[in-house]
């Protein structure tokens, strides 16, 4: 049974690989420091009562420019110049663990822990790998106007699917 807990040094993160190289010294040498200077929160998954990292995500807040939604999204938004979002910035899973949806498992965590937080946001943003657009794009993700990796969701679409 997989479990997913906040980041802490007994996590074995050594040899942790998901095929992606950035994805994976990230989570070895800066992910840790991230979580101190509080840029990002980071969650594992372990499997059991094992410290072996299986996959990670890391949430942060951010601000989404207004001119970059589209028009029918913009008509639905006040016109601030820069409106509140929690951003999913790395989704990863270990090669020996993908294929059994875990992927999706740690997206729909993510989406619950934001619902959950006491700060007000009106977008879900993740920053996708190109390779993983059509994954994000099935749960009805996205795309901003001026960049086709930067995706999101709205907080009424975000509290559809996690009560579906």
């Known amino acids: 049974m997989f479990v997913i807990e906040s980041l802490q040094k007994h996590h074995d993160r050594t040899a942790f690989s998901c095929g992606t190289e950035e994805l994976d ?3 070895r040498q800066s992910a840790g420091q991230d979580m101190r200077r509080n840029i990002a929160s980071v969650f594992v998954v ?7 990292v299986c996959g990670y995500y890391t949430l942060s ?3 989404i420019p207004y001119a970059s939604l589209d028009e029918d999204t913009q008509r639905t938004m006040p016109r601030y110049a820069s409106l509140p979002a929690v951003r999913l910035g790395r989704l990863a899973v270990d090669l020996s663990c993908q294929g059994r949806r ?7 965590d993510a989406m ?3 619902l959950q937080i006491s700060v007000a946001w009106q977008f879900f943003v993740v920053d996708a790998k190109v390779n993983a657009i059509g994954f994000y794009s099935k749960f009805g993700f996205m795309r901003f106007r001026d960049d086709e990796s930067y995706l999101f969701l709205s907080r009424k679409d975000v509290v559809k699917i996690c009560d579906g």
């Open 25 to 27: 010294v990230y989570l």
């Open 46 to 52: 372990v499997q059991g009562q094992e410290f072996r």
């Open 61 to 63: 807040t951010a601000g």
């Open 102 to 108: 875990l992927g999706e498992f740690m997206l729909m």
């Open 112 to 114: 619950r822990r934001a």
